[in-house]
């Protein structure tokens, strides 16, 4: 089974505190995602990559920026975190991308993180 | 507004019954999908139903794609309570990102 995990459930950060959010997927994706999910607002894409070094801009980038310096792994980072930046992050892989004929995602269990 | 909209926003009903969720979407796509999400919890996909296809099952899962009214509905027969959750529709109508919609929170009552 596919299985992409995040380093945190939880976490708990001050308002101007760099923050990494880790995400990792064992079944060897082209493709992972960076979402956030708020009440009422779906998920909204912030960063993807779709390949090692690779990146594109989401629908909501600023304050944020994202490394992949491994297939595996991929990295959200708040350079300052704010308190608007409070949410559920949801790391996600494919092996395709939308469009594609297999484009299903792979979503981690999400970090809630709280910023004060 | 963003693509891939649900109705209802919220679904209360009792075990045994079926649940329909509908998705509208606004432009063209090649494939719609369906995830759900447990409390706290990531999203798991259910299905993918393309976009020359009309109608598709997954056991207790039946979707449906109305292309021409830019629709889809999801519907869970003989629901559970472990079916409560919250249903997303998904489509790829902005090129490589799927876009979510708001979600519907179903609810099943034993």
């Known amino acids: 089974d596919v299985k992409v995990t995040q380093s945190s459930r939880y976490l708990v950060k001050r308002t101007g505190e760099k923050v990494f959010l880790e995400c990792v997927q064992d079944?060897?994706?082209?493709?992972m995602f960076w979402y956030r999910q708020d009440p009422g607002l779906g998920l909204r894409l912030i960063y993807f990559?779709?390949?090692?070094?690779?990146?594109e801009k989401g629908d909501i980038p600023e304050g944020y920026s994202v490394s992949r310096e491994k297939k595996e792994r991929f990295s959200l980072i708040l350079e300052s975190a704010s308190t608007n930046q409070t949410s559920m992050y949801l790391c996600?892989?494919?092996?395709?991308?939308?469009?594609?004929?297999?484009?299903?995602?792979?979503f981690g269990p999400g970090t809630r993180l709280t910023v004060l | 507004s963003q693509q891939g909209e649900e109705d209802p926003q919220a679904l209360s009903i009792q075990e045994g019954e079926n649940a329909t969720m509908n998705c509208s979407y606004k432009?063209?796509?090649?494939?719609l999908q369906w995830y759900r999400q447990n409390s706290g919890r990531g999203l798991v996909h259910l299905i993918l139903?393309?976009?020359?296809?009309r109608e598709k099952h997954s056991g207790r899962l039946r979707v449906t794609l109305d292309t021409s009214k830019k629709s889809s509905s999801l519907l869970i027969t003989a629901s559970r309570a472990a079916d409560t959750a919250s249903y997303f529709c998904?489509?790829?109508?902005?090129?490589?990102?799927?876009?979510f919609g708001a979600g519907t929170i179903l609810r099943v009552k034993s």
């Open positions: 996600a892989s494919s092996r395709e991308l939308a469009g594609d004929l297999n484009n299903e995602q792979f």
């Open positions: 998904a489509t790829d109508a902005r090129g490589n990102k799927l876009v």
């Open positions: 432009t063209s796509i090649n494939n």
């Open positions: 139903i393309r976009s020359n296809e």
């Open positions: 079944m060897d994706h082209e493709n």
């Open positions: 990559s779709y390949d090692v070094k690779m990146k």
